[in-house]
């Protein structure tokens, strides 16, 4: 299965929002082929008629009443942000929809 | 494409069959967001309703509010869906920096309600039905305001400044099936499905579901295939359509713009549309250069949602009578024809006139004053009728008034503008005002006696058998009495005194 | 007071509530051993001197008002900068974190300081847990206090490091593959990963969310129990933490044995790739096991052998996403944004400057194993392996009470060797990812130094989800037979610094 091109290496990146640059896509595509070629093993399994477990917990229902609990102060929400105005995170421009 | 380079309506409908899919986000009116405690209270200063949970903060952690759970099961129930008795949270992955984590969590593949159906009424009575895929449950985004462009849009703004006070907010997305077979009354169905939703959504108690408001957004899928042919065509998804007749005006114009392009041989692209209120029309969003990958996953800080049976039929047990069926006994009930069981739905006073009615008054006369006198001040005011001052058991008690001869109409609008200006309960504004109807008999038969004697000519034609004529004497008793007398009874002692008979 | 540092947790807090000693004492002088040694060490990011001093006042104050004090008051104790901290930077090791004073504390940070335990300081750790040797730390390398020029383990390097130079004598790690265990192994020091939901995971910065577990880290079995009684326990803000009581881990502590026990050796723990060396001292561990009346049964878990797969496909799905909220927008790192750029540019741009090598490796590999096309095969699968997997523990454990393996592979290897060949480095884990893929509870406690290389063995001890106190009856029996064999802690024949 593996064989994973820098084209798809630089398809990840768009997607995992990473700006890598051009040696690092040729470097991440030969080990991300060397990682998927070594855990790809894992597919031996794929026909088995195994249920999946996403995780270890035996745990349903895990609700909270629908009581206000406080907030943050607006300063504190603000607190770490590299620009702000108006009491808002300030971000740049937004491409896409509206 | 403009409105002008449109295919008439009516000749995309001799051609194409339109197939039309709806999604709609209702906001749940919890007192808290859906994985944390901050409140949902609108009109908040930006930034005030936010915790790490909500603001995606580094070691933060979300946790299930348990009537978000109970409203989604509610509304699944009210849409005939079956009932998950397992199902989990995914996390649907893409960067937007309204959406504080760059993933949603919503759930796909195991919604909490699937398989259902809306039965919808059309304004002539035909009952159409909508097939429901899935009702899940999701979390909103922040919202973000865009500077330095024009008009506050996005594009051409410098940047843009971002409050999460919205930012998890419980949503139920609501999917239907491929709506097919509705042909030329698609967008009446369209506009028919949202307003029956939000009815159900109010008659659940689960939220306002105010669409000027963004508590519901809808979503207007639609493709056209060629008269007779089974494929699906290629869908255009129209976002944010946020008010019934827009959800109609959407699906129009889609329908023309896409048989416009497929009959001059071109082809529907898929791509997300925006619709414009100022002229009805959609335009192309941004195209994406590759496709979405969501990259979908199981909530792993989630575990999952499991409703028992017991819970589930409890839910059910005390459901609301739906909407439509509601609907379609008061108007049995009240004997009142489609037409105006319809206006009385636009005008929002079913809730208000079956109060009223609760409250003891008759549903004739509580209609009256209902879509009469109060719908006129409402719409003088520019309020909903819901928002007047004056509740139905103060309606009640002036319809109660009049019926016992207390008030006449003319007294009873009085009364009514009394309490509407805050003079008090409609006892109280006729005590203050003096407005009861004149009963006392002598002053009365004193004041019928005047009138006889001041008309001699009509008293003779009325003694002569024309009854019709003692209208003009009642008109002068009530003249004399400024009003506040029974017409009735004056009437009663005009052709008593005249020795005539109705 | 150079002994000062030497002593157990359990020997500092009984000599402060008797009035020995004060906190402020003991604080000062774990401060001064870190201003001593820790230029070499670099176990720490970041010191919270005045933070220390007052917590240790205020302990001090409590005792002259005749309160009771908690078992672990006024003990100092280094917390793993995944934590958040109110007020104190937390940079999970990435430079994308720099400089980030969170709003709030953590529930487990929280438990801390209620129980009067006094905090140092944060310690270095691989970026975002990310690696088992603390090089991928974007604030350079922690050096093993047994031989500088070698690795302390990973990720919590920071916090086993701190414990074996006798910065501190109680530590704090997370495990998400080994992350606790492996550092333990490693550097003659003793960690445990509790059950999975045993430790509040609320404001631990997230790698991988269904494998993450806080855990205690210290010199003895007796400490570690004393601090996972602090820290355990049911979160209401942690939908995944476990509402049962915590299992009664300082009793078992408190009466080691293994007499009449089960002890499982599984077949797939051993083999190539395995220094000779440490199976020795594990083979002698369960010789010793023997000795003291358990009983060994031979365990054969044929999934293990997919479970270093399984892992990388799972904890670099999570981390993908749970990773995507460093965006540039609301905290952290900006990079970019010169007013002619999106959101989306400098975002990208951020995350390219701010996340280090193994970070984006991870990164990449988990948006791959979950795109689509690939899911089925990869993250669909590895998720029945983790099914096959639970299955073999739990036939394993209708067998035997507990299983024993050597913790790692190998001993501390040289700062450098593994740095850019990931998958050699990630063999580290190979005996410790199994637990985390099940959810059930592990320790490590060192079982002796490796006769070739003169370094710390670990024997990794597991046992069913909700038994951790049988880890800490069978570390407590297996750590005073060895201590009364070699006539010391073995930490004493460290080198000093
Ligand atoms: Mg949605
Ligand atoms: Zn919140």
């Known amino acids: ?34 990682i998927i070629g070594a855990v790809a093993r894992v597919s031996e399994v794929a026909d088995q008629d195994v249920p999946p477990t996403s995780h270890p917990l035996p745990l349903t229902n895990v609700m909270r009443p629908d009581e206000v609990r406080p907030s943050l102060t607006p300063e504190q929400a603000l607190s770490g942000a590299p620009a702000q105005e108006q009491q808002r995170f300030k971000v740049p421009q937004i491409l896409g929809e509206e | 494409m403009t409105v002008t380079d449109l295919v008439s309506y009516e000749d995309a409908l001799d051609t194409y069959d339109p197939v039309m899919g709806l ?40 946790v299930v509010n348990a009537i978000g759970v109970e409203s989604a099961i509610k509304i699944g129930l009210a849409l005939n869906c079956t009932i998950a008795e397992w199902c989990r949270f995914a996390r649907k992955n893409y960067f937007y ?42 979390e909103d985004t922040g919202k973000s305001t865009h500077v330095g462009g024009a008009t506050g849009r996005i594009q051409g703004a410098r940047h843009s400044l971002l409050d999460y006070n919205r930012a998890g907010i419980p949503l139920i997305e609501i999917v239907t099936k491929p709506i097919e077979g509705a042909g030329e009354r698609a967008p009446e169905v369209a506009k028919a499905y949202v307003a029956e939703l939000r009815e159900l959504i109010k008659a659940l108690d689960v939220s306002e579901a105010r669409m000027e408001q963004g508590q519901m957004r809808c979503d207007v899928n639609l493709s056209l295939r060629p008269k007779g042919t089974e494929k699906f065509g290629t869908r255009s998804e129209t976002k944010n359509v946020n008010s019934l007749r827009s959800v109609e005006r959407a699906a129009r114009f889609e329908i023309q713009r896409h048989a416009a392009v497929l009959s001059s041989g071109g082809t529907i692209i898929q791509e997300t549309r925006h619709f414009h209120e100022e002229d009805g029309s959609t335009t192309s969003g941004r195209i994406k250069e590759e496709a979405e990958d969501y990259r979908y996953f199981p909530e792993p800080d989630l575990v999952p949602v499991a409703p028992s049976r017991e819970w589930v039929e409890e839910l059910r047990a005390v459901l609301p009578e739906l909407p439509r069926v509601r609907r379609n ?53 520019g309020v909903e009728l819901a928002a007047l001052p004056i509740t139905p058991e103060q309606v009640a008690r002036v319809t109660a008034l009049v019926a016992d001869g207390s008030l006449n109409d003319k007294l009873a609008r009085q009364t009514i503008e009394g309490v509407l200006a805050g003079e008090g309960d409609p006892d109280t504004v006729v005590e203050k005002r003096g407005l009861k109807v004149v009963s006392d008999e002598g002053a009365l038969g004193t004041a019928v006696d005047e009138a006889i004697a001041a008309n001699a000519a009509i008293a003779d034609k009325i003694r002569g058998g024309k009854v019709a004529a003692a209208g003009a004497l009642v008109g002068a008793v009530m003249k004399a009495t400024r009003g506040q007398a029974d017409a009735a009874r004056v009437r009663e002692l005009i052709l008593e005194r005249l020795g005539a008979k109705e | 007071m150079a002994d000062l540092i030497k002593l157990t947790a359990a020997e500092i807090a009984a000599k402060i509530a008797a ?21 070499k060490v670099n176990a720490f990011l970041h010191i919270d001197r005045e933070g220390a001093l007052a917590q240790a006042r205020a302990v001090d104050e409590k005792k002259a008002r005749g309160e009771k004090l908690g078992p672990l008051a006024g003990v100092p104790l280094a917390l793993k900068d995944i934590f958040t901290t109110e007020g104190i930077p937390t940079t999970v090791g990435s430079k994308i974190l720099e400089g980030w004073i969170p709003p709030y504390d953590a529930t487990l940070t929280k438990k801390l300081k209620a129980a009067d335990v006094v905090i140092l300081g944060k310690t270095n750790m691989d970026e975002f847990a990310m690696g088992s040797s603390t090089e991928n730390s974007a604030y350079g390398p922690t050096g093993n206090p047994w031989d500088l020029t070698k690795i302390p383990g990973g990720s919590g390097g920071g916090s086993s490091a701190a414990l074996a130079s006798f910065q501190a004598p109680l530590a704090i790690g997370t495990d998400t593959g080994g992350s606790i265990r492996q550092p333990a192994a490693v550097t003659g020091t003793v960690g445990v990963k509790p059950t999975y939901g045993g430790v509040s995971r609320y404001g631990m910065v997230a790698f991988s969310s269904s494998l993450d577990q806080g855990g205690p880290c210290a010199r003895t079995v007796l400490d570690a129990a004393l601090l996972h009684e602090v820290i355990a326990g049911h979160d209401p803000l942690d939908s995944t933490s476990i509402d049962a009581p915590v299992p009664p881990v300082v009793e078992a502590a408190r009466n080691g044995s293994v007499e009449g026990m089960r002890v499982g050796v599984v077949k797939q723990f051993r083999g190539e790739g395995y220094q000779a060396g440490v199976i020795q001292r594990f083979d002698e561990s369960v010789a010793l096991m023997k000795e003291l009346g358990a009983e060994i049964v031979e365990l054969d878990c044929p999934s293990f052998d997919l479970a270093l797969s399984a892992y990388y496909l799972i904890a670099p799905s999570e981390c993908s996403s749970n990773l995507a909220r460093f965006d540039a927008m609301r905290y952290g790192l900006r990079v970019g944004d010169d007013g002619t750029k999106s959101a989306e540019e400098v975002t990208a741009l951020t995350r390219e400057a701010g996340f280090g090598p193994e970070v984006k490796r991870r990164i990449m590999l988990g948006t791959y194993a979950l795109s689509s096309g690939y899911y089925d095969a990869y993250y669909g699968s590895a998720q029945k392996v983790r099914t096959l997997i639970t299955r073999d523990f739990e036939k394993a454990f209708e067998q035997v009470d507990v299983i024993v393996s050597p913790t790692t592979p190998t001993t501390a290897f040289p700062i450098g060797e593994r740095a850019d060949d990931p998958m050699a480095m990630y063999l580290a884990d190979l005996c410790t990812i199994p637990t985390n893929l099940a959810g059930n509870a592990a320790m490590s406690l060192p079982c002796g130094l490796a006769p070739e290389d003169g370094l710390p063995v670990g024997l990794q001890i597991i046992a069913p989800a909700m038994a951790d106190d049988r880890l800490y009856k069978v570390g407590a029996a297996v750590e005073a037979a060895f201590t009364a064999k070699w006539g010391h802690p073995l930490l004493e024949e460290a080198p000093a610094l």
């Open chain 2, 329 to 381: 006994r008061l108007r049995e009930e009240w004997g009142i024809s489609e037409h105006d069981m319809q206006s009385i739905l636009n005008a929002g006073a079913v809730d208000l006139i079956t109060a009223t009615v609760e409250a003891g008054a008759d549903s004739a006369a509580a209609r009256k004053w209902w879509m009469g006198e109060l719908a006129r001040r409402a719409n003088e005011d």
């Open chain 2, 23 to 62: 999604e709609v986000h209702v906001e749940l009116g919890t007192k808290t967001k859906m994985f944390c405690g901050c409140s949902t209270t609108l009109g908040a200063e930006p930034n005030s309703q936010t915790c790490p949970t909500c603001l995606g903060m580094p070691g933060s952690l979300p």
């Open chain 3, 19 to 39: 009035g020995e000693l004060t906190a402020v004492e003991v604080t000062e002088a774990h401060l001064a051993r870190i201003e001593a040694v820790d230029e």
């Open chain 2, 97 to 138: 920096p309204d959406m504080p984590k760059n993933f949603q969590t919503s759930q796909y593949d195991e919604p909490i309600a699937f398989d259902g159906y809306l039965d919808v009424q059309l304004e002539d009575g035909e009952v159409f039905r909508v097939h429901i895929e899935r009702a899940h449950m999701e």
């Open chain 1, 1 to 34: 299965m593996p064989g994973i091109t820098r084209e798809e290496v630089a398809h990840l990146a768009r997607l995992a929002r990473l700006e890598l640059q051009g040696e690092e896509l040729d470097h991440f595509a030969g080990q991300l082929d060397d």
